[in-house]
């Protein structure tokens, strides 16, 4: 069974930048097919970010040129760097594969607001 633990989140000003992390319990990334999901409320989880087995990584069209994902195989973990952050990014992020194979971890709260 994997464990997904995510961290990284916080508040942060419209423009300001934050990176997201996920570590797995295991060796899983360069194996399957991994992305960052967010959750706003009152909305469904969303696909935002993805990289596949060959590492080449895909974004919502509302993300597209501001937020970076990657992979550390030798760390077991997952980044998503984020920036130039509006308030309509604020969610819980979580990390899962695609599709998602994997329990869900406790997510990462982002927050953006002046």
């Known amino acids: 069974q994997v464990q997904l633990v995510e961290s990284g989140g916080g508040l942060v000003q419209p423009g300001g930048s934050l990176r997201l992390s996920c570590a797995a319990s295991?060796?899983?990334?360069?194996?399957?097919?991994m992305g960052w999901y967010r959750q706003a409320p009152g909305k469904q989880r969303e696909l935002v970010a993805q990289i596949r087995i060959n590492d080449i990584p895909n974004y919502a069209d509302s993300v597209k040129g501001r937020f970076t994902i990657s992979g550390d195989n030798a760390k077991n973990t997952m980044y998503l760097q984020m920036n130039s952050l509006k308030p309509e990014d604020t969610a819980v992020y979580y990390c899962?594969?695609?599709?998602?194979?994997?329990?869900w971890g406790q997510g990462t709260q982002v927050t953006v607001s002046s």
């Open positions: 295991r060796s899983i990334f360069g194996i399957y097919s």
């Open positions: 899962n594969g695609v599709p998602s194979r994997f329990s």
